[in-house]
């Protein structure tokens, strides 16, 4: 059972919870299901009534679908009601290590509906499409040059179908030169997505330790290469927010087992500007363009994860293709003639064109000088959050940190509270809480990314909550952050029953024995 | 820079707490040789004015659906999307939230699933659906690699009208997941017999329906030979408006549902973001891919939402997780709920009615040319045309003429002398009758 788990199996009903007589309060709406608002017949979309019409004999669909009747201004309601019950980057601090959660320019929002760009088809001839190809062309060319790698792919639809693209290339290069080779080494910080792509490649995992400064063991990963590793798979910076600073030697060392260096990007806005992974013998890496690059995470997706990649790989990379000649910009949809090594295809269509409009016009809105800037925010504004809460809470590594800090719960030892509870009473403070319980090689962790988008008076108003809530729980008030949160749209939830018995949908009561 | 909070001096006192001299000295862990000391060789920041400028130069250089009549479909389908849809997507609280590891703050996003989950399963007559994947294509691949756990099998058939962008993309996991594909021959007629081929180290049929070429086929007997042979029936849906008339793959006797929602809620966008669909049988609810939301109740006893069976998922099991997807298509499947549930029962079933009347009008309209033929029997939205010779020339010349007139047979299976003459056709309810006139006598210009 996992620390998660674990701290998740204290759910406590609360008999005593005060109630309203609507189930409203205040500005917080209930509103029930869709489907339990139907009113057969309504519908919230005026369409003309077709002719008749049939070229389907007997294949159409008999009896209702089921699906619920509402009006517009039902629909508009119920969405708005659940929207509040939501919290977001729009709102305030979202500290979520590793996840990058930065503004979301709503200008990329404007101009990613542009009907140039919104009411393209893929298929359509690509002599009416060349703006669009541009566009890639161009936001490829930024990628690369930030990165200082000579080739990408830009079809991965995000971070994990990024990881899979530059792991299949790895293989493909590794076939191509004869080699069997089907172990991958894995820092034991490592985000689950890198295990799980490495498996879905059909390769083996082997966990690499890390030193007790949080960084990959050198020694022990020497140790571990062999003719049979395929790659090794890290994160710079790494899950403990931490740059790995013997990176060079680790990449020489992997190279001169002859296996590749995968390089996890979730991490890149830490170094934007500032160091290129080019220049760190880093083989493929993905970046989220929903990280660093500000598209919108939506609630979890639609994400992009383009891939970049070292000359030594660039044959493998995935269709499409985009080329440019004189007759202007092309796709290349298929292999063409041997030598064709690409991978071949890993999606519909060839990307994810509205998160390339959105990344693009935040990369042109900061530059060279803003996207130095904001890392540099970045780190900054970390270390602030290290140097002002190293005291009180744990801090897993001394500084300076990157674009994350890591603490463990080693301050709430003998409090009774668990990092689940701190981060609780955090949600009833107004703030998202971090990400705990990650990375597993610390105990309880806390990981707090803070961003280049939160101003100085904002970590300072986090600063002091989180220095109060430690004081609350040296105090002995245990029992305050067991019943956290109590504010917040819904009190803890019982996971452990909703995983026991799984209710997945919404089905109709079953009618009342008369 | 209009994003970065942080002045000056606020820069300064915050070094100051850390007791660090520069923001240099907090990068002193990268090695000297590869720490960049000045800006790159790039352009440097924008304000609002020349960005925007900037893009919609690049945007003006296309010809979008909106400004020509377009009947592209083959997978992507240009529905209308009522403007409630994206002024509710676009509420910060929900584009803005992260996947909802906090239940109690992302109670909104957790519904809007729930709700989704629901749909999907009730229009695919499936018992169950996930929250999302990244696209029909992944999500076909997905599905076979879950057929393969359920069975233990690792062989897949693959109907020669499923889009030959879903089979390659299967193809690429195949590879190198160590599984086998076969994969039939384009069959524009929906003539192959792939019960035929089922045996018992099949671990599933992969079919599309409606097919690439339009055609609406009746899958159940193919379903139970399957079961016959201890194989699962993967039915692919790339319109989801169909779902709407069409019998659904739950009715067939699908084992695994796998689909493109793009069609609700959601722009071409040349591509992407869409949305893949999956619905299965809930006795295979443990091999499914991706998140999943349940019900349950908080502490105050009221009904709530929380992410559900996780130990499927790689932040739990790693490498021994059913799939390596995390992030997946949260606000594209929220604009699809939302579509969706403003169409309710009433509209969805009439949307699709539309659907398949207006591409029965064009079908009729473009038979009348000489030369050209409808080859689909039973369609729903979509057809393909035997043009008499070559269909990307003449498509070319069609786009010239500002009509973008369909997909040739040819852009999806080039190479194939006998796909070249084909030409597959969509109209959907935001086709005019005056767009029809301008492709038809386009056609008849351009064919001579």
Known sequence: ?514 | MRYLPLTGADRSAMLAAIGADSVAALFRDVPRAAALDGLLELPRAMGEIEVERALERLAAKNLPASTAPSFLGCGVYRHHVPAAVDHLIQRGEFLTSYTPYQPEVSQGTLQSMFEFQTQVALITGMEVANASMYDGATACAEAVMMANRLTRRRRAILAGDLHPHYRETTETYARFGGFEIVAREPDPAAADDLAALVDDGTSCVVVQNPGCFGEVRDFSALAAACHRAGALLVVVVTETVSLGLVKPPGEMGADIVAGEGQSLGNALAFGGPHLGLFAAREKFVRQMPGRLVGATVDAAGRRGFVLTLATREQHIRREKATSNICTNSGLCALAFTIHLALLGEVGFARLARLNHAQAVRLADRLTALPGVSVLTDRFFNEFTLRLGRPAAPVVEALAQRGVLAGVPASRLWPGRPELADLLILAATETNTEEDMTALAEGLREVLG
């Not at chain 1, 290129?276 to 880093?282: A, C, E, Y």
């Not at chain 1, 041997?338 to 999606?347: E, F, H, M, N």
């Not at chain 1, 935040?362 to 925010?377: E, V």
Request: hydrophobic fraction near 45%.
């Open chain 1, 1 to 514: 059972m996992s620390e998660w788990s674990k701290a998740l199996s204290g759910f406590a009903p609360d008999a005593a919870a005060e109630q309203t007589l609507s189930g409203n309060y205040g500005l917080q709406l209930e509103d029930p299901l869709l489907f339990e608002q139907d009113a057969p017949g309504r519908t919230g979309v005026d369409l003309p009534e077709p002719a008749a019409a049939d070229r389907l004999g007997a294949l159409r669909r008999e009896g209702a679908i089921g699906l619920p009747g509402l009006s517009e201004p039902q629909v508009v309601r119920h969405f708005m009601r659940a929207s509040q019950k939501n919290y977001g980057i729009d709102m305030g601090l979202y500290p979520l290590g590793s996840c990058t959660m930065k503004h979301n320019p709503r200008l990329n929002e404007k101009l990613a509906r542009l009907p140039g760009f919104a009411d393209i088809h893929p298929l359509q001839p690509q002599s009416t499409v060349q703006g669009a190809l541009e566009l890639i062309d161009v936001l490829a060319g930024w990628l690369k040059a930030l990165t200082g790698m000579p080739a990408i792919a830009m079809s991965p639809a995000a971070g994990a179908h990024g990881e899979l693209c530059g792991m299949m290339c790895i293989a493909a290069a590794l076939e191509a030169r004869g080699e069997q080779r089907r172990r991958v080494l894995v820092p034991e910080s490592a985000h689950g997505t890198n295990p799980a792509t490495a498996a879905t490649c059909g390769l083996g995992v082997d966990a690499i330790p890390a030193n007790e400064r949080g960084r990959i063991d050198l020694a022990a990963l020497k140790a571990k290469l062999g003719p049979d590793v395929a790659a090794i798979m890290l994160t710079n910076p790494n899950t403990c927010g931490l740059f790995e600073d013997e990176i060079l030697a680790i990449a020489e060392a992997v190279h001169a087992a002859g296996a590749y260096v995968y390089c996890d990007g979730a991490n890149f806005n830490a170094l934007i500007g500032r160091v290129r992974p080019g220049d760190l013998g880093i083989d493929a890496m993905h970046l989220n363009l929903h990280k660093t690059f500000s598209t919108p995470h939506g609630g979890g997706g639609p994400g992009s994860g383009p891939v970049v990649l070292a000359a030594s790989l660039a044959g493998f990379a995935p269709l499409p293709w985009l080329v440019h000649d004189q007759s202007g910009f092309r796709l290349i949809e298929q292999a063409e003639g041997p030598p064709a090594q690409t991978i071949g295809r890993l999606k519909g269509n060839h990307g994810q064109m509205g998160m390339f409009v959105r990344a693009l016009a935040y990369i042109m809105s900061h530059g060279a000088d803003g996207l130095r800037q904001l890392s540099g925010d970045a780190v900054l504004n970390a270390n602030y959050l290290l140097a002002r809460l190293g005291d009180a809470l744990t801090a897993s590594y001394p500084g300076p940190c990157m674009h994350e800090v890591l603490f463990d719960d080693r301050f709430l030892r003998d409090t009774g509270v668990t990092t689940l509870d701190f981060a609780k009473a955090l949600t009833d403070e107004g703030f998202h809480p971090m990400t705990m319980y990650f990375p597993l090689v610390v105990h309880g962790a806390l990981l707090m990314e803070p961003t280049e988008s939160e101003s100085r008076a904002s970590l300072d108003r986090f600063i002091e909550v989180v220095l109060g809530l430690v004081a609350r729980a040296k105090t002995g008030d245990g029992a305050a952050f067991h019943a956290a949160p109590r504010f917040t749209p819904r009190r803890r939830l019982d996971e452990t029953a909703a995983a026991r018995k799984p209710v997945l949908r919404w089905r109709k009561a079953p009618a009342a024995a008369v």
